[in-house]
Protein backbone atom coordinates (compact mmCIF):
# COMPACT_ATOMS: atom_id res chain seq x y z
CA UNK A 1 0.00 0.00 0.00
CA UNK A 2 1.40 3.21 -0.56
CA UNK A 3 -0.09 6.45 2.30
CA UNK A 4 1.85 9.82 0.86
CA UNK A 5 2.48 12.54 3.46
CA UNK A 6 -0.24 14.34 1.90
CA UNK A 7 -2.38 13.62 -1.37
CA UNK A 8 -3.32 17.08 -2.78
CA UNK A 9 -5.02 15.38 -5.86
CA UNK A 10 -7.31 13.59 -4.39
CA UNK A 11 -8.80 16.98 -2.71
CA UNK A 12 -8.95 18.72 -6.06
CA UNK A 13 -10.70 16.24 -7.41
CA UNK A 14 -13.34 16.88 -5.28
CA UNK A 15 -13.26 20.66 -6.05
CA UNK A 16 -11.82 21.00 -9.49
CA UNK A 17 -15.28 22.41 -11.31
CA UNK A 18 -15.57 25.14 -8.92
CA UNK A 19 -12.11 26.01 -9.12
CA UNK A 20 -12.09 26.22 -12.94
CA UNK A 21 -15.07 28.54 -12.45
CA UNK A 22 -13.65 30.88 -9.89
CA UNK A 23 -10.49 30.82 -11.90
CA UNK A 24 -12.16 31.95 -15.57
CA UNK A 25 -14.14 34.46 -14.20
CA UNK A 26 -10.55 35.87 -12.94
CA UNK A 27 -9.32 35.68 -16.56
CA UNK A 28 -12.41 36.81 -18.32
CA UNK A 29 -12.27 40.01 -16.66
CA UNK A 30 -8.71 40.01 -16.79
CA UNK A 31 -8.69 41.76 -13.13
CA UNK A 32 -5.05 40.15 -12.93
CA UNK A 33 -4.03 42.41 -10.00
CA UNK A 34 -6.16 42.76 -6.87
CA UNK A 35 -9.81 43.24 -7.48
CA UNK A 36 -13.19 41.60 -6.20
CA UNK A 37 -11.72 38.05 -5.52
CA UNK A 38 -9.20 39.72 -3.35
CA UNK A 39 -11.07 41.77 -1.48
CA UNK A 40 -13.60 39.04 -0.83
CA UNK A 41 -11.44 36.55 0.54
CA UNK A 42 -10.21 39.24 3.17
CA UNK A 43 -13.76 39.83 3.99
CA UNK A 44 -14.34 36.10 4.48
CA UNK A 45 -10.50 35.43 6.47
CA UNK A 46 -11.76 38.47 8.82
CA UNK A 47 -15.02 36.74 9.27
CA UNK A 48 -13.43 33.24 10.18
CA UNK A 49 -10.86 35.17 12.28
CA UNK A 50 -13.36 37.48 14.21
CA UNK A 51 -11.14 40.30 13.22
CA UNK A 52 -12.20 43.43 11.85
CA UNK A 53 -9.74 43.79 8.58
CA UNK A 54 -7.41 41.13 6.48
CA UNK A 55 -4.87 42.13 3.97
CA UNK A 56 -3.91 39.48 0.81
CA UNK A 57 -0.45 39.07 0.63
CA UNK A 58 1.97 36.89 -1.77
CA UNK A 59 2.86 34.52 0.85
CA UNK A 60 3.07 33.54 4.76
CA UNK A 61 6.32 34.91 4.43
CA UNK A 62 5.50 38.27 3.21
CA UNK A 63 2.83 38.30 5.64
CA UNK A 64 5.34 38.26 8.33
CA UNK A 65 7.62 40.74 6.48
CA UNK A 66 5.23 43.50 5.76
CA UNK A 67 3.75 43.13 9.67
CA UNK A 68 7.13 44.00 10.82
CA UNK A 69 7.58 46.32 8.55
CA UNK A 70 4.36 47.98 9.30
CA UNK A 71 5.19 48.09 12.99
CA UNK A 72 8.21 50.05 12.12
CA UNK A 73 10.43 47.02 13.19
CA UNK A 74 14.31 47.60 12.42
CA UNK A 75 17.72 47.73 13.00
CA UNK A 76 18.67 47.53 16.89
CA UNK A 77 15.42 46.13 17.69
CA UNK A 78 15.04 42.48 19.35
CA UNK A 79 12.04 40.27 18.18
CA UNK A 80 11.88 37.28 20.70
CA UNK A 81 10.51 34.36 18.95
CA UNK A 82 10.68 30.05 18.54
CA UNK A 83 13.64 28.72 17.43
CA UNK A 84 11.52 25.49 16.47
CA UNK A 85 9.79 26.71 13.74
CA UNK A 86 10.25 26.51 9.69
CA UNK A 87 12.89 29.33 8.49
CA UNK A 88 10.60 32.16 7.59
CA UNK A 89 10.07 33.37 11.11
CA UNK A 90 13.50 34.00 12.09
CA UNK A 91 14.24 35.09 8.55
CA UNK A 92 11.29 37.96 8.25
CA UNK A 93 13.01 39.31 11.85
CA UNK A 94 16.56 39.16 10.00
CA UNK A 95 15.62 40.67 7.27
CA UNK A 96 13.94 43.95 8.45
CA UNK A 97 17.87 44.26 10.39
CA UNK A 98 16.31 42.80 13.61
CA UNK A 99 17.64 40.61 16.15
CA UNK A 100 15.70 37.05 16.46
CA UNK A 101 15.79 36.30 20.27
CA UNK A 102 15.45 32.62 20.68
CA UNK A 103 13.77 31.00 23.63
CA UNK A 104 12.84 27.13 24.11
CA UNK A 105 9.90 25.66 23.31
CA UNK A 106 7.57 23.78 26.07
CA UNK A 107 8.47 20.15 24.96
CA UNK A 108 4.57 18.72 25.34
CA UNK A 109 3.43 21.29 22.41
CA UNK A 110 6.33 22.29 20.71
CA UNK A 111 5.57 25.82 21.59
CA UNK A 112 6.93 28.58 22.62
CA UNK A 113 7.33 28.08 26.47
CA UNK A 114 5.98 31.34 27.75
CA UNK A 115 7.96 30.98 31.29
CA UNK A 116 10.96 31.82 29.83
CA UNK A 117 9.92 34.46 27.76
CA UNK A 118 10.15 36.91 30.62
CA UNK A 119 13.87 36.94 31.00
CA UNK A 120 14.80 37.25 27.38
CA UNK A 121 13.29 40.94 27.24
CA UNK A 122 15.73 43.57 27.41
CA UNK A 123 15.22 47.58 26.59
CA UNK A 124 15.65 46.48 23.09
CA UNK A 125 12.84 43.86 22.88
CA UNK A 126 9.85 45.14 20.62
CA UNK A 127 7.50 42.17 19.29
CA UNK A 128 6.82 38.77 20.54
CA UNK A 129 5.90 36.37 17.67
CA UNK A 130 4.99 33.29 18.43
CA UNK A 131 4.26 30.23 16.13
CA UNK A 132 1.27 28.21 16.55
CA UNK A 133 3.02 25.23 15.50
CA UNK A 134 1.75 22.14 13.78
CA UNK A 135 -1.80 23.74 14.04
CA UNK A 136 -2.25 24.47 18.01
CA UNK A 137 -2.28 27.94 18.85
CA UNK A 138 0.88 28.56 21.61
CA UNK A 139 0.17 29.71 25.46
CA UNK A 140 -1.10 33.46 24.44
CA UNK A 141 -2.70 34.72 27.71
CA UNK A 142 1.00 33.84 29.15
CA UNK A 143 2.80 35.99 26.02
CA UNK A 144 -0.36 38.84 26.10
CA UNK A 145 1.03 39.58 29.84
CA UNK A 146 4.25 39.78 29.25
CA UNK A 147 3.98 41.70 25.96
CA UNK A 148 1.17 44.26 28.17
CA UNK A 149 3.66 44.62 30.92
CA UNK A 150 6.39 45.67 28.79
CA UNK A 151 4.40 47.46 26.10
CA UNK A 152 5.39 44.85 23.35
CA UNK A 153 3.56 44.20 19.73
CA UNK A 154 2.77 40.08 19.74
CA UNK A 155 2.88 38.78 15.78
CA UNK A 156 1.32 35.33 15.58
CA UNK A 157 3.25 33.22 13.05
CA UNK A 158 -0.54 31.33 12.20
CA UNK A 159 0.90 30.17 9.04
CA UNK A 160 0.00 26.22 10.39
CA UNK A 161 -3.00 27.10 12.26
CA UNK A 162 -5.61 28.85 10.44
CA UNK A 163 -8.99 28.76 12.22
CA UNK A 164 -7.46 27.01 15.18
CA UNK A 165 -8.91 28.36 18.10
CA UNK A 166 -7.17 29.15 22.32
CA UNK A 167 -9.76 29.82 24.85
CA UNK A 168 -12.57 30.18 21.96
CA UNK A 169 -10.32 32.82 20.10
CA UNK A 170 -9.31 32.51 16.78
CA UNK A 171 -5.77 31.76 15.63
CA UNK A 172 -4.47 35.16 14.55
CA UNK A 173 -6.31 37.69 16.50
CA UNK A 174 -5.14 37.65 19.92
CA UNK A 175 -2.23 39.50 19.47
CA UNK A 176 -0.92 43.11 17.89
CA UNK A 177 -2.10 41.11 14.10
CA UNK A 178 -1.87 37.51 13.00
CA UNK A 179 -0.18 36.23 9.81
CA UNK A 180 -0.99 32.80 8.24
CA UNK A 181 0.21 31.14 5.00
CA UNK A 182 -1.63 29.68 1.56
CA UNK A 183 1.43 27.61 1.09
CA UNK A 184 -0.95 24.09 -0.98
CA UNK A 185 0.17 22.26 2.30
CA UNK A 186 -1.13 24.18 4.93
CA UNK A 187 -4.78 23.37 6.03
CA UNK A 188 -5.41 26.51 3.57
CA UNK A 189 -3.74 26.13 0.84
CA UNK A 190 -4.00 27.86 -2.43
CA UNK A 191 -2.25 26.76 -5.86
CA UNK A 192 0.24 28.39 -5.30
CA UNK A 193 1.98 31.17 -3.01
CA UNK A 194 -0.41 33.55 -1.04
CA UNK A 195 -0.74 34.74 2.58
CA UNK A 196 -2.83 37.01 4.32
CA UNK A 197 -2.52 39.45 7.82
CA UNK A 198 -5.21 39.35 9.73
CA UNK A 199 -5.66 42.71 12.75
CA UNK A 200 -8.06 44.70 14.84
CA UNK A 201 -6.38 47.60 14.66
CA UNK A 202 -7.22 50.11 12.24
CA UNK A 203 -4.24 52.15 11.84
CA UNK A 204 -2.30 49.07 11.58
CA UNK A 205 -4.29 47.80 9.14
CA UNK A 206 -4.04 50.81 6.52
CA UNK A 207 0.24 50.38 6.91
CA UNK A 208 -0.35 47.24 5.85
CA UNK A 209 -2.44 47.89 3.33
CA UNK A 210 -0.06 50.21 1.61
CA UNK A 211 3.13 47.97 2.65
CA UNK A 212 1.72 45.48 0.37
CA UNK A 213 1.92 47.78 -2.37
CA UNK A 214 5.25 49.71 -2.42
CA UNK A 215 4.18 52.13 0.80
CA UNK A 216 2.31 53.91 -2.35
CA UNK A 217 -1.00 56.28 -1.36
CA UNK A 218 -1.68 58.07 -3.35
CA UNK A 219 -0.41 56.97 -6.51
CA UNK A 220 2.88 57.54 -7.42
CA UNK A 221 3.15 58.84 -4.10
CA UNK A 222 5.03 57.10 -1.12
CA UNK A 223 4.76 57.25 2.63
CA UNK A 224 7.11 54.30 3.57
CA UNK A 225 9.07 51.95 1.50
CA UNK A 226 6.99 49.00 0.81
CA UNK A 227 6.89 46.09 -1.16
CA UNK A 228 5.33 44.17 -3.94
CA UNK A 229 3.27 41.70 -1.76
CA UNK A 230 0.02 41.67 -3.24
CA UNK A 231 -2.01 38.82 -3.45
CA UNK A 232 -2.74 37.14 -6.68
CA UNK A 233 -6.57 37.30 -7.84
CA UNK A 234 -6.05 33.88 -9.32
CA UNK A 235 -4.81 32.30 -5.92
CA UNK A 236 -8.02 34.45 -3.83
CA UNK A 237 -10.42 32.54 -6.53
CA UNK A 238 -8.87 28.91 -6.06
CA UNK A 239 -8.59 29.56 -1.99
CA UNK A 240 -12.43 31.29 -2.10
CA UNK A 241 -13.83 27.25 -3.00
CA UNK A 242 -11.61 26.00 -0.25
CA UNK A 243 -12.45 28.15 2.40
CA UNK A 244 -15.91 27.50 3.22
CA UNK A 245 -14.64 23.83 3.57
CA UNK A 246 -11.96 24.13 5.76
CA UNK A 247 -13.80 23.39 9.08
CA UNK A 248 -14.80 19.68 7.49
CA UNK A 249 -11.13 19.43 6.58
CA UNK A 250 -9.77 20.23 9.89
CA UNK A 251 -12.22 18.15 11.68
CA UNK A 252 -11.02 15.17 9.13
CA UNK A 253 -7.30 15.55 10.03
CA UNK A 254 -8.91 16.28 14.05
CA UNK A 255 -10.85 12.72 13.65
CA UNK A 256 -7.53 10.72 11.79
CA UNK A 257 -5.45 12.34 14.71
CA UNK A 258 -7.54 11.06 17.45
CA UNK A 259 -7.94 7.70 15.75
CA UNK A 260 -3.67 7.49 16.09
CA UNK A 261 -3.17 8.56 19.32
CA UNK A 262 -5.63 5.80 20.37
CA UNK A 263 -4.39 2.87 18.27
CA UNK A 264 -0.70 4.06 20.10
CA UNK A 265 -1.78 3.69 23.32
CA UNK A 266 0.54 1.98 25.45
CA UNK A 267 4.05 1.93 23.12
CA UNK A 268 6.65 3.61 23.44
CA UNK A 269 5.23 6.23 20.18
CA UNK A 270 4.53 9.50 22.13
CA UNK A 271 1.40 11.44 20.56
CA UNK A 272 0.67 15.21 20.73
CA UNK A 273 -0.06 16.59 23.68
CA UNK A 274 -3.44 19.42 23.03
CA UNK A 275 -3.70 21.78 25.80
CA UNK A 276 -7.42 22.06 26.63
CA UNK A 277 -7.24 25.71 26.38
CA UNK A 278 -7.01 24.74 22.33
CA UNK A 279 -8.48 23.06 19.48
CA UNK A 280 -5.96 22.03 17.05
CA UNK A 281 -6.27 22.05 13.46
CA UNK A 282 -3.40 19.25 12.92
CA UNK A 283 -1.95 20.66 10.12
CA UNK A 284 0.54 18.18 11.01
CA UNK A 285 0.22 15.15 13.36
CA UNK A 286 3.88 14.68 15.04
CA UNK A 287 5.28 11.75 17.16
CA UNK A 288 8.69 11.44 18.99
CA UNK A 289 10.29 8.14 18.61
CA UNK A 290 13.36 6.56 19.58
CA UNK A 291 15.49 5.64 16.67
CA UNK A 292 13.95 8.43 14.46
CA UNK A 293 16.00 8.25 11.53
CA UNK A 294 15.61 4.67 11.24
CA UNK A 295 11.95 4.88 12.08
CA UNK A 296 11.59 7.20 8.95
CA UNK A 297 14.03 5.13 6.23
CA UNK A 298 11.46 2.66 7.32
CA UNK A 299 8.52 4.26 6.69
CA UNK A 300 9.88 5.39 3.67
CA UNK A 301 10.75 1.55 2.40
CA UNK A 302 7.11 0.54 3.34
CA UNK A 303 5.77 3.49 0.38
CA UNK A 304 4.52 5.74 3.48
CA UNK A 305 5.27 9.56 3.62
CA UNK A 306 7.13 11.05 6.49
CA UNK A 307 8.76 13.98 7.37
CA UNK A 308 10.51 15.67 10.15
CA UNK A 309 9.37 19.35 11.20
CA UNK A 310 12.51 20.38 11.70
CA UNK A 311 16.06 18.84 11.46
CA UNK A 312 18.04 21.84 12.64
CA UNK A 313 16.36 24.64 14.94
CA UNK A 314 17.20 27.94 13.73
CA UNK A 315 19.89 28.92 16.34
CA UNK A 316 21.85 26.43 14.99
CA UNK A 317 21.49 26.88 11.38
CA UNK A 318 24.75 28.30 9.51
CA UNK A 319 23.19 31.89 8.27
CA UNK A 320 22.13 32.55 12.07
CA UNK A 321 25.71 30.93 13.34
CA UNK A 322 26.10 35.01 13.78
CA UNK A 323 23.83 35.19 16.71
CA UNK A 324 26.40 32.98 19.14
CA UNK A 325 24.07 30.15 20.27
CA UNK A 326 25.68 26.82 19.86
CA UNK A 327 24.45 23.09 20.79
CA UNK A 328 22.89 23.15 24.06
CA UNK A 329 21.78 26.52 23.90
CA UNK A 330 18.03 25.18 23.87
CA UNK A 331 18.29 22.19 25.20
CA UNK A 332 13.93 21.00 24.18
CA UNK A 333 14.34 22.94 20.64
CA UNK A 334 17.73 20.65 20.03
CA UNK A 335 15.89 17.59 21.28
CA UNK A 336 12.40 18.08 19.41
CA UNK A 337 14.70 18.16 16.05
CA UNK A 338 16.38 14.61 17.43
CA UNK A 339 13.28 12.94 18.36
CA UNK A 340 10.36 14.32 16.07
CA UNK A 341 8.63 12.74 12.99
CA UNK A 342 5.03 13.79 11.16
CA UNK A 343 3.01 11.26 10.06
CA UNK A 344 0.13 11.26 7.06
CA UNK A 345 -2.74 13.58 8.84
CA UNK A 346 -4.42 14.70 5.86
CA UNK A 347 -8.69 14.49 6.00
CA UNK A 348 -9.14 11.67 2.76
CA UNK A 349 -6.51 9.21 4.48
CA UNK A 350 -8.69 5.88 4.64
CA UNK A 351 -9.11 3.77 7.90
CA UNK A 352 -6.84 1.21 5.82
CA UNK A 353 -4.54 3.81 5.47
CA UNK A 354 -4.15 4.80 8.50
CA UNK A 355 -3.68 1.10 9.72
CA UNK A 356 -1.26 0.67 7.71
CA UNK A 357 0.71 3.40 8.81
CA UNK A 358 0.03 2.21 12.66
CA UNK A 359 0.92 -1.53 12.19
CA UNK A 360 4.22 -0.58 10.14
CA UNK A 361 5.41 1.63 12.84
CA UNK A 362 4.00 -0.48 15.88
CA UNK A 363 6.20 -3.30 14.40
CA UNK A 364 9.34 -1.33 14.49
CA UNK A 365 9.26 -0.41 17.59
CA UNK A 366 8.12 -3.70 19.34
C1 LIG B 1 4.65 27.92 5.96
C2 LIG B 1 5.17 28.75 7.07
C3 LIG B 1 5.62 30.07 6.88
C4 LIG B 1 5.84 30.68 5.53
O1 LIG B 1 4.80 30.64 4.66
P1 LIG B 1 5.05 30.72 3.07
O2 LIG B 1 3.67 30.96 2.55
O3 LIG B 1 5.64 29.42 2.65
O4 LIG B 1 5.96 31.87 2.81
C5 LIG B 1 5.98 30.82 7.99
N1 LIG B 1 5.93 30.30 9.23
C6 LIG B 1 5.54 29.03 9.45
C7 LIG B 1 5.49 28.52 10.85
C8 LIG B 1 5.16 28.21 8.39
O5 LIG B 1 4.80 26.95 8.62
Redesign the pocket.
Known sequence: MQVPLLDLVSQYKTIKEDVLKQIGEVLDTQRCIGGPKVEQLERDIADVCGCRYAVGVS????A?LAALMSLDIGAGDEVITTPF??F??AGSIARVGATPVFVDIDPKTYNIDPSKIEAAVTAKTKVIMP?H?FGQVAEMDAIMAIAQTHSLAVIE?A??AISATYKGKKAGSIGTCGCF???PS?NLGGIG???MVVTNDETLHHRLFIMRNHGMEPKYYHKCIGGNFRLDPIQAAALLVKLPLLDKWSEGRRKNAAYYTEKFKGSPVVTPTINTDCVSIFNQYVIRVPRRDELVKHLQQNNIGCEVYYPVPMHLQECFACLGKGPGSFPESEKAAREVMALPIYPELTDAMKDYVVKTILDFVA
Open positions: SGTDLTFATVLDAQSFFKDGG
